[in-house]
């Protein structure tokens, strides 16, 4: 099954908006086991129309994003009306869909809006719930007239409306145009501290001899999603393979990325953790709190970027820094220490190092950092990592190699 | 002046990377007031040879990216010069820099690497100093065997290889081509605290009046930039407009985010700041951090999540917290001011508010937060705002509006 994604708008073009929809839309889709053919983005107006017809004549599928608003130069729902001789009329649902939204807001409904409730003749509307543009299906019977037999989908462009009605209205459909769309699964292991290459070397060739497994890596904020897809056994097969070779060093099964593990596992044991960052510059108590609920598990963070705040509010001695310097084994484990005691947590973790792009010297390169973990109920470790490069890979990297040592220490395992 | 932009690569369809290059490229080209007119992505492999004939077919430059690597999958030097008939011939110039690209590292060069040193005869080679593919650029005439008249620049994948590229290379010869190229020049003011409605109301139908100025708006982590692009005197005509109707909301004219002014602004007046942060979770303390040069200028950032650690370490009072709340204005300005005395610092930036998606009531929804600033010099200001929408969205708009406040006492504006 072949798939082309068009998107338009001229806010992609001019590069205002990065185009996250058309990755999301390509991840969703690799995830059916396929992906997609061609990505072509066009400006707003009549050109669309060419776009799409270009795209059915090679796609058994087309997916189109943008141009369903009330702007005059909104003008997918047109093009395609013309290209697929449609006429068009109104929708008493839609247009009742619109009235509610403007009314529950307080707003007025604007008569350009009313256009957003004429749909070609045929096509099947999908509701929108998150915006006034609802989707818009044509069967591929509707293309007949120009020859193809092509399946056009129409989403609206925010990503808020987009990925809902993607998730739920348009991929039970490409999954019942799939012979085995039904049992057609995806799992995806996130993997932690571990490097793609060592990860292909422990498990591809293993996982590439199962037949009907689609493998695919995925490297996102230090972590590689080991992808697997395909039916129902398959994927259970690859599962057990990846989870024998890799299995202390996985994350999540369910796209869960480090921190709301985290969170949820400390929430469950009824433990609180403290930070104290000097590097990361807040970066680390910036993850955790993303997370919706952090609130009951992450009460005090510290940003000790100076030699003095690491006195005062850590108890972290001027001797110690002089001795040893601020970036080194000891005052990492110091900062931690002091960051438990002053704060009653549970666990502390710390972080001191050479950010960059200046500051490092031949001991200690930029990108060397020292993490450490204290506990009230274990020994603190302290263990020195390098991650040359920008400051927003050094933070990201840091932060993610000491959120990874105090998960392994609530799991229980080793540290790696 | 036609431009497409083509892109190879199966990350990009699989939904692996985000295609940023794309957007930075758009930019790049608005800047010289013209628009990509299409954008296209095909997998890596021979696609790309058809890809690039029907760009060539309608386009005046076409802006290539991808597959100049020295996998088999990397196919563009080789589908050019197929469509345009040339024959590769091997460059010494390029071998000689791949092999001290290798020598630097202590790497050996594999045989395939010595692929990016063939070259279709005609084609003028592009330095790569950040890798070991160079682009290429075919002027118009090597495509008129083909019945075109159009431009070809190959450039790398890898955003670190591209953007120099671009901008050393390959705009000067767009610039080039361009009537008035040599004198076109682009302005990026960046407006905060001001939405973009509000900056059209204000400026648009005087900047629209100027004759050659090319407007544009681009929504930015909560700020508007208006680009203005054009020869040098519309665009200086036109700044004079945008600053003397939005001026104190101008954060820079050199695209410098708030933050970086910031920095830049302590430094100069050898002043320190430091932060306390409830619902911003250390978000504000890590924006700060992530300017290079932050350390002589922030020391201390305090992320007091907890009501007990508000007044452990911020000095707040315990009947405050029971009073008003600790989402409330005595508080934040007890916060501010607690971290000014607690640090010793210039000025203290505080925060707390409702991050949501729970704990907001009738009186303070989700999406409230009150920002104080305290300094040694002039008495305590504190604000009120309201920010609903996602955790992200509500951690970037209030820390937005807290560095915005520093801003203006820093440089003697009133409060927005």
């Known amino acids: 099954m072949r798939i082309e994604l068009v998107n338009t708008g001229d806010e992609l073009l001019l590069g205002d908006t990065i185009n996250t929809n058309a990755a999301w839309l390509g991840q969703q889709i690799a995830a059916l086991g396929l992906m997609v053919s061609r ?5 707003d107006g009549a050109v669309i129309k060419e776009a ?7 796609s058994d599928v087309v997916l189109v994003s943008g141009g369903l608003g009330p702007t005059s130069d909104d003008l997918t729902r047109e093009s395609i009306a013309e290209l697929l001789g449609l006429p068009m009329e109104l929708n008493e649902g839609i247009k009742s869909h619109l009235e509610a939204f403007f009314a529950k807001r307080n707003r ?8 957003q409730a004429m749909v070609p003749r045929g096509a099947i509307v999908m509701d929108n719930p998150f915006g006034t543009a609802p989707g818009l299906y044509f069967p591929a019977e509707l ?24 998730e739920t209205l348009v991929e039970p459909r490409l ?15 996130k993997i932690t501290g571990v490097g793609e290459s060592d990860i292909v070397e422990k498990v591809e060739k293993k996982l590439e ?6 493998l695919g890596y995925c490297i996102r904020n230090g972590d590689v999603d080991v992808r697997l897809s395909g039916a129902a056994e398959p994927v259970d097969i690859g599962a057990v393979i990846v989870r024998e070779h890799l299995g202390t060093c996985i994350v999540s099964e369910d796209r869960r990325i480090i921190e709301e593990v985290l969170v949820q596992t400390l929430l469950e044991r009824g433990e609180t953790l403290s930070t104290a960052e000097s590097c ?3 970066y680390m108590a910036s993850r955790i709190t993303d997370v919706s609920g952090s609130s009951r598990v992450f009460g005090h963070g510290f940003v000790t970027y100076a030699n003095e705040a690491k006195q005062k509010h850590l108890g972290v ?3 110690l820094l002089a001795e040893h310097g601020a970036v080194s084994e000891p005052v990492a484990k110091a900062m931690a220490e002091g960051a438990l005691a002053t704060s009653g947590a549970d666990h502390a973790l710390a972080l001191t190092g050479v950010a960059g792009p200046t500051g490092g010297s031949d001991e200690k390169p930029v990108g060397t950092v020292f993490i450490s973990l204290a506990s009230k109920n274990a020994s603190t470790i302290v263990k020195r990592y390098y991650y040359p490069g920008t400051r927003d890979r050094f933070k990201l990297l840091s932060s993610q190699a000491a959120l990874e040592m105090l998960r392994r220490r609530l799991l229980g395992l080793p540290l790696a």
């Not at 990505?39 to 400006?43: A, E, G, I, K, R």
């Not at 999954?175 to 292991?189: I, T």
């Open 39 to 43: 990505h072509l983005v066009v400006s």
């Open 52 to 58: 799409m017809a270009e795209a059915a004549s090679r």
């Open 108 to 115: 007025s409904m604007s008569a350009s809006n009313l256009k």
């Open 143 to 166: 293309s007949h007239s120009r020859g193809w037999d092509t399946h056009f989908f129409l989403l609206p462009g925010p990503p808020r409306e987009l990925k809902p009605m993607m």
């Open 175 to 189: 999954r019942a145009m799939l012979p085995d769309g039904a049992d057609r699964r995806v799992l995806y292991l």
């Open 209 to 214: 001899a199962i037949s009907g497994l689609t």
């Open 280 to 282: 990361t510059g807040g």
């Open 317 to 319: 001695s001027a001797e």
